[in-house]
Structures are given as C-alpha cells and as structure tokens.
C-alpha cells in the first residue's frame, strides 16, 4: 500500500514504460478510475497501470497528449497536436478505450 | 540607388552645359524601352539611332553626370557664403546627399567604421549612412524577426474564421480537442490509405462516418471501411457519391442491417430497392433523403411487401413520387410503425394524409407539407394519437389556427417534443393557454421548436396592436413556467415579439433551468447583454447559444463549458471575458455577472 505519488506508471503491452505525472494521466477518464484509491484496484495500489491492448508506440503519443491536453486546458485556441498518419487508427482505438 | 546620380545632376543643369538634360533624358527612356522621343532640337540627329550606339552614348554622359556630381561641391561653397535663405535648405540636402555613395565606391561603414566598397545591395542604416556587408546582413535578419513579429496579429483573420467554424460544429473554444477527435481527424485526412477500422465500436464508427461526409471522403472506394457482415446499423449522411452499385454492396456485405440512413441518396434506384427486398429482410429502421429515383410503383411495392417489418420510416424531399396511394398502403401495412417523418414530399395531399389516422403504434410523427392542407385532418390525425404521441413535429403549417392548439392540449398527454414552426395564424394567447392547460397533464417538454412562428404581414412590422400573433411575451412565459424545468432544447429564433420584459421575467433573478442545453434566440430583437448574462447564470449546463441578428448583445462572459454563436460585432468583447466565464459561474448567487447594458 502507498500513498498517492505524483507520478504514475504506464505500461504497454510490448513492455514499455512511461512515468508521467498523476495530474495529466487522470485526465484519461479509464486510468482515472483504475488509480482511484476507492476503487481498491491493483493499479491503485500500486500506482502501475498495465495497458493490455495499446502498443508502446502508441502509448507514447497518448502520454503526450495528456500533457498537451494539460497544459492547454484552460487557454483558447489550442493548435492541434501533430498525430502521424500511420498510427492514427490505433490512437483512434486506444483513446476510445482510455476515456481522452 | 542607380538613379541617384540623376538626381544631383538636376539642380545644376541650368549653370552647367546644356546637353546634359536631354542625354539624361535618353538615358532614361533607353533603360525604360529602347525607344527615344525626345524633344529637344540638339540631339535630333542623334534619336534615331537606336541600339548600341544611344547605349553607349548614354553610358559616357552618365559617366559626365557623376563627374558633375562631384563638381558640384565646389559651387557648394560659394553658395555657403552668399545669405540667402534657401542656403541652409539647400545645405540640409546637399549634406544629406553627400552621405550617400554610389557603387563601385569607397565608403564607411556606419556600424563597425570599416572602409568597404558600396554595390547596389549596400543597405542603409538606421542614421542614414551605408553598411558593409556583413553589418548590412545582421540588419536584415533583424528585420525579418520584427516583420515575423508583426505578422502574427495579420493572420487572425483566418483563425477567426475557423474559430467560428469550429463553435459552429459545436465544439468549444477553450482546451484542447479530445484525442479521439484529433485521431478521426487524422484518419479522414487520410482517408483513402485507411486499409480498414478493426474492431471499432458502433459510436465510434458513427462519428468516423460523419466526418467522413463532412469532409466529402465518402466515395465508393471508402464506402467499404463502413461495411462489416455483422453490421445492423450504417449511417451515411451525404451518399451523393455513391452510385447504383455501390447501394446493392451495402446490401449484399450486411445482410443483417436493421437500420439505414442514407442522406442524398441521389443514386438509389428501383432496382436497389428491389435488392434490399430480396436481401435486407430485416430491415426495422429505413431513413432516406431525396431518394428521388425511386417510382411510386415501388414505394408501393415495398411497403406492401416490407411495411409490416418497418418500425420507422423517414423519407424528406420527394419530389415526383410517393403519392396518396402510397399513403394508403402505408397506413394499411405498416402496422408496426412508431416512428413516421414525412418532410417536403411534395405529392402528398390531404387525401393521403388523412390516412395517417389508421396507424395504429403511431408515437413520434414529424410533417413538413408543401400542399396547402386543411388544419382539420392534422387535427383528427392528433386526435387519434394523442394519447400515444411523444413527438409532435408540425413545420410550416400556416393554415393551422388556435383549435390546433386546443387539440394538442386536450388530446396530448405524453408528450416531449414539439415543434411548432411557421405557424403565422396562432395567437400568442393560445399559445400561453394550450401550456397553461398543459399544467398537471402532460408532463414538462424537452425540445421545444416555435421558430417562425410569428405574424408575417409585411405591412405591420411590429405585429397586430390588439392580439399579438405568433409566439410572443404571455406565450414565451407560459412556454418556460411548463416546461422549463425539463426543457433541453428550445428554439424560438425569430420569434420576435417576445418582449424584453419576458426574458427578463423567465431569466431573471432566482430561476433555474438545469437541464438546458441548447437555446436558439436568432433575431430576438429585444435580447441584449443583460438577457444574455441571465440565461448563462440560469441555465448551468448550456453548452450553445445561437443569437444571429441580436444586435443588442454587446459584451457578455461567456461560460466556459458554452459557446454563443453568431455574434461577429461582439466577438472581441466576448473572447476577451471568455477565460473568466468560469469563475463567475462558480460564485453562487445572481449579481457577479458583468452587465454592460
């Protein structure tokens, strides 16, 4: 058991890791409720959330748009984050999953 | 830089040799055009060779020219002694001129005091004198950054106009796009490389094929990302493109389909009708528009032999078919429908419509006739549904008058959707009555349309002074005291007698509309900042707001969850509030907003 820690654990499914802060993962509406302390989730216990279905490389640019959707969440006329064409079709998937 | 010499030659030619001045001349039109006209009786032997030889000519008086130049100086001081007036003015230029030397000569640099040589490119520095080349070169990225600098604001224009495209498809201004949004985006660019969807989900493959209509990628060749044999379910909003064939794949791929949509179904002919007959047997959901090819043969057919399956049929812009008989096979086969939309089909007359009595699980009926109909038959068609009825749709009915709305009020008792627009001959009192019956009986509405429904007597711009026709104040108050509670979506654009007073009343002070959301007041004249920061404090989750022509509205802080479109003139003043709209929403109580009335 720990206490909530400012940053969090990503895992893909390839087995890469991400450390991102806590504030910008539970923006994502499926990590919110996995770390919930509530929830009483392994993942919240651990602060470690393993990501079955989403590819490394993929998770990487989730990971930056939890931080571009962080930093640009309160300003006006956001310019739109740059996604590479081929992988927009797992992003597309994987933020359906994730809640962003 | 090449014609100043020119320029000091001028002022002395009148003491100096005379010839100067036409040369000059010549050399001024053969750079222009090679061809020289020049008055002056000296040199007319000479004009008219042309080509090499006035080339050179002219070069060797240019050569002259600069020799004067620097003649000149002499006379300067001469001239420095005399008292006249025009000397320290003639001083002033002559100093300045003295500062500027010509290519192919020796200079200072301005800036690092290094001897250089001056080419055409020497550039200027900030008091004037020359620069060498590499300080000439530091100056220029200088410039090119405060150029960049004062380019940016330029733009806007642009990014406005998709700003305001953006509030249009309902998305709002503050915060980042979600990353499903910027990945659909993505993909549609990309459309005709996208090999397949996967495992997508039926919301997600929803909101693909919207975008993909929207920006025009729906072709025959992306037509098969949407087709998966267990689909039950397509939605194509624009299938212009799509042709004969294209609408049988759909068919053959999923033979499962319970539900279609296709939008300018242009292209849909018999013959695929026929085909989803044979094919799609289990078709429940049939929504098509401007299906114009179809014949009403085959309408006939297919709802005699299909009707009995259908649950809703939603048809809009037919033109040349689907007539009363059409109507009559309608009401006798399609028993199971709740669902029947029936908009701008042109054929259909009072004949036809009276068949629509006889559907016996009626629930959600929406007409928007062309033929002049008589107000009795909608009227016994309500009757008969009344107690069924959730949603009532009635657009354009200008023959219908207040015993319409004396049937919905006694008939209806379930009701949750009503629109009632272009209804000129209602008056504001019953409008106000037929919700004030309501009260108790039919349980507050969630999307209420009254658009247009006003008098239309161009004669009277403000309406009859006795009786006010169309929604106006009494109505307006009635409308929101019944329903208000429940109200999601309400339109009353255009519905321009509703008085100030009114919104004032509705959205005063106290009251609150929690489940509004979307609120169209378009050419509500007598809307303006005031009104507008009131419904923003009364309704807390309003997320649009359209008020084309409400040219009262000046400065309003927008929440932050909303959008207000349709405010060109305003727009500045509302951006500006639009970060701290949030804020202000989250103080309780009625008087933080700001009010500039």
Known sequence: ?100 | MENADDTIVIPNTEEDDSDAVPALKRRKLDKGKGKARVQSSDEDDDLPVKGKGTGKKGKGKGKAGKGKGKGKKKPRGSEDDSESEDADDFLARDMYKKGKKLPGQLENCEECRKRFTVTPYSKTGSDGGLLCAPCGKLLKGEEAKAKKKTQKPAVTGRRRRKVESEKLDGRIGVGAKSLVQLSIEKIARYAEDVEGFGDISDPLLRKLSHIFTKNRVLKPETLDLFLRNDNRKIEIHDAAYLETDNYDRVFMECPQMEDITFGNACQLKDQNLQYMLEKARHIKHLKLYAANLITTDMWNTYLTEHGPNLETLKLTWLNASFDDSTMEVLAKRCMQLTRLKLELCGKITDEGLKHLKDLPRLAHLSLHLTQPTDPEIIESIIAAHGARLQTLCLAHIPEATNSLLNTISSHCTRLSKLRLSSAENLTDEGIATMFNEWTGKNPPLSFIDMNSTRSVDYVMPEGPDEEAVGLASAGFIALMKHSGSALRKLNVSSCRHISMAAFSEVFGTGSTYPNLEDIDLSFCGEVDSYVMAGIFRSCPNLTRVIAFGCFRIEEVAVPKKAVLIGMPRAQDAIEQFGGVGMDMMGVDGGKEVTVEA
Request: aromatic share 10%; proline share 5%.
């Open chain 1, 1 to 100: 058991m720990s206490e909530p820690t400012e940053y969090v654990t990503l895992v893909s499914y390839d087995g890469f890791e991400f450390k991102i802060r806590r504030s910008a993962a539970i923006i994502s509406g499926a990590i919110r409720r996995m770390l919930d302390p509530q929830s009483n989730f392994a993942e919240a216990r651990t602060n470690r959330c393993t990501l079955e279905t989403i590819p490394g490389i993929v998770l990487e640019k989730v990971c930056e748009y939890l931080y571009y959707n962080e930093k640009f969440a309160d300003s006006k006329d956001v310019p739109d984050m740059e996604i590479p064409a081929d992988i927009a079709m797992d992003l597309l998937i994987a933020s359906d999953f994730l809640d962003v």
